[in-house]
């Protein structure tokens, strides 16, 4: 799987998040984000149809870093109910997990979308939770790249592709274009 997501990015000449954040005409990029996004949509609906019929609410688990940076599936797993930990970044996630006592089994697992083997969040990404979200800690904050470098130890290279992540990504925290005729 992993060569693979290395030979595409090589092929279409950009980082493989982007180009699933920017969608195009490759078909083999094509049939696999709708692969991937399809199992996220039908788990999503299943939920709904449990939370449904024991007049539930749904709760999502999207967090902050998740969010800002597109690594969900727009109606898939960015719907629910409710998202009571949305406005936590996933190191503050851990940071509550550890607090609640969750068991290390859990805890150690790195964080995966469980939906493709061998699929794990920080490879897609392209860097740890760690460093992701004092970068994007640091944009909000309106800090410059220089401070954020120095703050976060990331590369020049590493916040601009974060950036772009954030800024690619912004069409997926929108509701529907509604025409209103």
Not at 1 to 21: E, P, Q, T, V, Y
Not at 38 to 60: M, P, Q, W
């Amino acid at each position: 799987m992993h060569k693979k997501r290395k030979d595409l990015s090589a092929r279409l000449k950009k980082d493989i998040f982007i180009a699933n954040l920017e969608g195009g005409a490759d078909r083999e990029l094509s049939k696999g984000i709708a692969f991937y996004r399809i199992k996220h949509r039908i788990r999503s609906t299943i939920l709904f149809y449990y939370s449904e019929l024991n007049n539930y609410l749904f709760a999502g688990c999207a967090n902050k870093s998740e969010w800002l940076t597109g690594f969900f599936v727009k109606y898939g797993d960015s719907i629910a109910d409710i998202m009571p930990i949305i406005s936590l970044y996933k190191t503050q996630v851990f940071e509550l997990s550890r607090y609640l006592k969750i068991p290390d089994y859990i805890l150690e697992k790195a964080p995966s979308p469980d939906l493709l083997p061998g699929l794990v969040d920080e490879a897609v990404l392209g860097i740890s939770y760690k460093k992701l979200d004092l970068i994007l800690d640091c944009f909000e904050k309106g800090l410059s790249t220089d401070e954020i470098i120095n703050i976060s130890g990331a590369t020049e290279e590493e916040v601009k592709r974060i950036s772009l992540y954030t800024e690619k990504s912004g069409y997926l925290r929108k509701w529907p274009i509604l025409l209103e005729l």
